[in-house]
């Protein structure tokens, strides 16, 4: 297979085409436009046969989604920033009347003051909805998971919204090489749209976002939500390993760099895993103890594989590119509530909001213990 | 090349910073190389000082963090030098190859290369400086070779501009008088 030069939006892009969705609702917002331009020009030159749907905005484009996913279409969409805050609302009710829905989010930073670049804090404003989160190191995993994203969502055991979220510029708007799979054998390894019941099979009736009273149905609709979600798990490494037959790269819940004899991990999601990587690197080539935790599935997150990797460590260092204001920022709070009970010390830092970069040398001065001025916060710590 | 080498493109947005810095790494890409092009995104206007970045290694390059200490400099755009230092973490050893007739004053130390990039973009019926500085810069690192360069600059150029315009552009370029 010989790597072509895409930026990790247009390898997002390939990714939806090669899954044939029937119907993509679309909104622009930048860093996520150029997905659904690459997309919309697939479609225009014939190269997708999907009703490409022009809505008046994400909040729309997601209502437009739910309908169309359970009216029996496989259908994807794209968003960032301000306007999955929009959507958000409708998120939260795709996921509960389980549309398996395909997505992309560009990962931007909430307003205000605005800001184009990347955080993800809009990822982690419907952190809670029920979708499942996928979140990507560069553009070839970008691709990637955007292609296993249907094969997880329409999963008869998840039937559930599934985004693949990467890096706003950073990735959307970078070049890179990405070996893109042949569009038959993704067609194959994606099959054929189905869900249980499609509502535009009249000849088997089902009702879909009833009023529930808290008597009944409520929380039980709530509780089997959740143990989708979680089921999201199990077959993102089984998808994963099919995956990995067909392309030889390979996914897992949690990807473990360098962690024999590791003392002191960082752990972190997206792009700046790669730059961890090469700090690791050097930092190994000059005796150091270090390594990388990299999570793929924020949700569901894999709680029983951060805590295996993380056996040996004896301190933990959490990278959040999301704050909280108030409280503990979401990632480092998911990784205390795992590690609790541990020996191990926790270190937490707010790094990179509204784009601010991370350097290698910025790395290095934090697993040396420092907090870099340009930085970020560095929270609480276990001990203090 | 066995290293990371970094590359720093400033021009005004509207320039083909972007395109070229992406050219490069199509034509690199060709040749195997590990490559990552990306431009910074400031205020969206065009005119309005802008600046790329192209990433080369000979093993895959998994960083993402923005280039502060590029060992080459392009100036697309000869009067960025009033306002902006071009020169800015450049590494020691490192050049600036600069879109100009004459050595402008605020360049007067370390190594840098006049390459005459208007008049030959000029001479080949193109609108800016981009394919021509390809060439020099292609010719300053040694690669990707002329023939490889060209192809991607036509690739990346489609039907903006005639093959034959793009492809002496370029080679005018890559034999700049050093």
């Given amino acids: 297979m010989t790597a072509e030069l895409l930026t990790g939006g247009e390898a997002i892009a390939h990714g939806m085409r090669q899954g044939q969705p029937d119907v993509v609702p679309v909104y622009p917002i930048t860093p996520q436009t150029p997905i659904i331009q690459v997309f919309s020009k697939f479609v225009s030159d014939g190269r997708s046969h999907a009703e490409l749907v022009d809505v008046e905005s994400e909040h729309s484009a997601m209502s437009a989604a739910i309908g169309a996913a359970l009216a029996g279409a496989r259908t994807m969409t794209a968003t960032s920033s301000q306007g999955l805050a929009l959507m958000a609302e409708v998120v939260y009710i795709a996921a509960s009347m389980r549309a398996p829905i395909a997505m992309a989010i560009g990962n931007r930073a909430l307003s205000g003051p605005i800001n184009i670049h990347c955080d993800h804090s809009d990822s982690m404003l419907i952190r809670d909805s029920g979708i499942v989160q996928l979140f990507a190191e560069n553009a070839q995993e970008a691709y990637d998971l955007m292609v296993m994203a249907p094969r997880i969502a329409e999963h008869p055991d998840v039937l559930l919204p599934v985004a693949v979220c990467l890096d706003g510029f950073t990735i959307t708007h970078a070049a890179e090489p990405v070996e893109l799979l042949p569009d038959d054998v993704v067609a194959t390894f994606v099959g054929e749209y189905h869900v249980p019941h499609p509502m535009l099979e009249v000849s088997s009736p089902t009702t879909r976002g009833p009023f529930a009273m808290p008597d009944y149905y409520y929380y039980e609709l709530r509780h089997a939500q959740g143990v989708a979600l979680r089921n999201a798990l199990d077959v993102f490494i089984d998808v994963a390993a099919e995956f990995e037959a067909l392309s030889g790269r390979r996914y897992e819940p949690v990807q473990s760099y360098r962690l024999d004899g590791a003392e002191r991990v960082l752990i972190a999601l997206g792009s700046t895993a790669g730059t961890i990587k090469d700090a690791v690197d050097e930092l190994r080539d000059e005796g150091e103890a270090v390594g990388l935790l990299r999570i793929t599935p924020f949700r569901p997150l894999p709680m029983d594989e951060i805590r295996a990797a993380l056996a040996g460590a004896q301190r933990v260092i959490v990278l959040d590119r999301a704050d909280s204001p108030g409280g503990v920022a979401p990632l480092g709070a998911e990784i205390a509530a795992t590690l609790y009970g541990s020996e191990c010390e926790l270190e937490r830092h707010v790094y990179g909001l509204g784009g601010r970069d991370l350097g290698v040398a910025d790395v290095r001065a934090i697993f040396a213990g420092g907090t870099p001025d340009h930085f970020g916060v560095r929270e609480h710590s276990w001990p203090a | ?178």
């Fill in chain 2, 1 to 178: 090349m066995s290293q990371l080498t970094e590359i720093r493109w400033h021009a005004r947005a509207g320039q083909g910073a972007k395109t070229a810095a992406q050219t490069l790494a199509l034509a690199l890409l060709a040749e195997g190389k590990s490559v990552q092009a990306f431009p910074e995104y400031g205020p969206e206007r065009r005119g309005a000082p802008l600046r790329a970045f192209t990433r080369i290694s000979d093993t895959p390059i998994r960083r993402h963090d923005g280039v502060t200490e590029p060992g080459l400099v392009v100036v697309l755009e000869p009067s960025l030098v009033h306002e902006t230092d071009v020169t800015e973490g450049l590494l020691s050893g490192g050049a600036v190859l600069i879109n100009a007739d004459e050595r402008p004053a605020e360049l007067a130390a370390g190594d840098v290369h006049c390459i005459p990039a208007d008049r030959i973009a000029a001479d080949h019926n193109l609108a800016f400086a981009n394919i021509a500085m390809l060439g020099a810069v292609a010719a300053w690192l040694g690669a990707p070779s002329l023939e490889h360069l060209q192809d991607a600059a036509v690739r990346t150029l489609g039907a903006k501009a005639s093959n034959a315009d793009v492809r002496a552009a370029v080679a005018e370029g890559y034999a700049w008088p050093r």
